[in-house]
């Protein structure tokens, strides 16, 4: 991961699925909560998906976030439609509206990772740089040090 957007869309990411694990605890506990998940046993089942496919987001790997973006637009997209239609017929409610919104999110992260990890060009996280690049990939600076090391015969 090179830059900060790599690593707040990763952040938010894990934000997000803490959220999810959290609507489904309340859920299941019977508590109220101001969004509900669209299907409990569903969701559980994904948030356990989820897990390592963070893992190998966070190694920048695009099977992890094809995998990670796909189930959450099956998911949610469904649930986005159906409160959308709703909003039509009944009008804006407040519950309705926050659980859209959240609905959304789900959505928008992992496109976000998704296309991050897409159009990175240093996918694959290279650990080099230039500096580094010179000392081990570099002969003539390697000849150079030996021939410095040579001529420095300090005689006591």
Request: glycine share 8%; aromatic share 18%.
């Amino acid at each position: 991961m090179l830059g900060i957007f790599s690593y707040l869309i990763t952040i938010f990411g894990m934000f997000y699925w803490c959220f999810r694990a959290y609507v489904s605890l309340m859920f299941a506990l019977g508590r109220p909560f101001f969004c509900e998940p669209v299907n409990a046993g569903l969701e559980i089942t994904m948030l356990f998906i989820s897990v390592p496919c963070l893992v190998f987001i966070v190694k920048r790997s695009l099977v992890a976030a094809t995998v990670f973006f796909g189930m959450y637009v099956a998911y949610f997209g469904q649930a986005v439609y159906e409160s959308i239609l709703q909003m039509m017929e009944n009008g804006v409610e407040i519950i309705n509206a926050s659980s859209l919104f959240v609905n959304i999110l789900g959505i928008l992260i992992p496109l976000l990772t998704f296309l991050d990890i897409l159009l990175n060009k240093n996918r694959k996280g290279y650990g080099g740089g230039k500096k580094s690049d010179i000392f081990y990939k570099g002969d003539k600076f390697e000849r150079n040090y030996d021939e410095r090391a040579d001529k420095n015969q300090y005689k006591f």
